[in-house]
């Protein structure tokens, strides 16, 4: 029997070999919707937004892929050259991973960044995924932001995702959706289910604060970052990609 702890990345590696076998779903209470293992772990280049492929040629190694599960940028950047370490806390996403082809995939907790890797190892850090949100309040942001300065180089830098809060315009359609009183904050959370094969796996719950570059920027202070760049595939879409930089 598989650990309930890891559905996700069981699910990603029953697709790894061959597809899944039965439902993945992402829940909250009564509400679910898919978890989309295919579009959201296996894709390539090719699917990516165009603007994404810029941003990612323009990055320089070594990179680190902070939650990378099954190693679809990782694989990216190795493809074409970049030293590139990926880790994940699901052991059965990094065996997806390594079974794919990525050479250097880890367990390894975002938590413990400094315990986890050498000081000043990596030129750029990627965190797809809204994993930065896994923080859980700005304050958490604020302390990922400095263990990542700690394992990045003084040119450091960073490149995380988001949802702003003020774009979301249907929270119903929005699954895990919880409004906040805070002006550019929100909240989600949800966990993964897997019927796989009649034998129900539920991993952990999750829960991401959301915000908006405005509230990423405050999240900022008081560490080496600034938000050197917001990108958006639509001017008025939720989600974008922030690049943060060392301050010099």
Known sequence: MESDEDALGTAMLDFQRGGLRGEAVHRDGGEVWPAYIEENYFGSPRDWHPDSRVLYDSLDGPVLDVGCGAGQHALTFQHRGTEVTAFDVSPNAVRAARERGVEDARVADMFDLPGEFPREAFRT??????????????????ELLADLARVTDESGVAVADSYDPARID??????????????????RAFHVEY??????????????????????????????????????????????????????
């Open 125 to 142: 850090a990627l965190l797809n995924g809204t994993q930065l949100g896994l923080g859980g309040s700005l304050a958490g942001v604020s």
């Open 170 to 187: 249907a929270p119903d359609e929005f699954g895990g959706h919880r409004p906040d009183p805070r002006e550019g904050v929100c909240r």
């Open 195 to 248: 019927d796989r094969a009649g034998e129900r796996l539920v991993g952990p719950s999750l829960s991401f604060v959301l915000f908006s570059p405005a509230r990423l920027r405050d999240a900022c202070v008081g560490t080496p970052w600034s938000v050197r760049e917001v990108r958006r595939r639509d001017p008025e879409a939720p989600y974008y990609k922030a690049v943060l930089a060392k301050r010099t």
